[in-house]
């Protein structure tokens, strides 16, 4: 019945019947962690997009203009953005502005943020990382049976094997290993690049927050460096959320 399936459908989707047919089930399997693994290649990229990973000139703009006091215009650059690095530009803030904070006590909880916005990052990674591992295996997996068929038929057959037909199996045993080659090879260049983001991000984050809590002295100069205790005018309370 399933061949009756492979066999009714449009010409431009015969390639994949023949190798659906030559590979087997073990292809079978490949095809659908393939599908499995384009759906998580989207969905990541539309979580980045939406998270803006990788903009960070607004809450470097917005950090450079607090470190300068100009607080309410620090507030209203960062509050303008939607990438995580102004998110946790946006806590710091916050959490600067409010009277009676410890200082101390804001640093370690901004921490608790930034992990959190890391988690959220690596979410789809595992799974992403999976199918880039156990695909090969798969394929091996298959090429191993295969290869275990061709060498009982060819035992079955005794002194008149025909070398064709050993060759024909052969082949068609190393093609599953093929297929999982083709899908482990980009998922693990995709998976590379997106924890190379995620990397970037992280070290932007932590970044920020010395730079918020140093005053970036090290740039800027001690005597450029604008205490944390510094209250915010009431005015700029209606950028909290």
Not at 178 to 204: C, F, H, N, R, T
Request: with cysteine; hydrophobic share 50%.
């Amino acid at each position: 019945m399933f061949a009756e399936f492979l066999n009714s459908l449009p010409p431009f989707a015969q390639p994949l019947a023949e190798l659906i047919q030559s590979g087997g089930s073990v292809v079978s399997i490949l095809l659908c962690l393939s599908v499995v693994a384009v759906a998580l290649v989207i969905a990541k990229f539309l979580q980045f997009q939406v998270l803006r990973v990788g903009s960070h000139g607004a809450s470097r703009k917005a950090l450079g203009l607090w470190l300068e006091g100009r607080q309410s215009d620090a507030m209203k650059r960062a509050f303008s953005s939607k990438s995580v690095s102004a998110g946790i530009l946006q806590k710091l803030m916050q959490g600067a502005s409010t009277s009676g904070v410890d200082r101390e006590l804001l640093k370690e909880d901004i921490e608790r943020v930034c992990n959190a916005r890391i988690n959220t990052l690596r979410a789809y990674m595992r799974p992403m990382d999976m199918i880039a591992q156990t695909s090969p295996l798969i394929g091996l997996l298959g090429t191993v049976l295969g290869m275990i068929q061709a060498f009982q038929s060819m035992q079955g057959a005794g002194a008149a094997v025909d070398p064709s037909v050993l060759a024909g199996g052969i082949w068609v045993a190393l093609l599953t290993t093929a297929v999982g080659l083709a899908i482990a090879i980009p998922m693990s260049a995709i998976v590379g690049w997106y924890d190379a983001k995620i990397e970037a991000e992280q070290a932007e984050m932590e970044s920020m927050v010395t730079a918020f809590f140093t005053g970036a002295a090290a740039d800027r100069g001690t005597s450029r460096v604008v205490p944390l205790d510094k209250q915010v005018a009431p005015a700029e309370s209606r950028y909290a959320v």
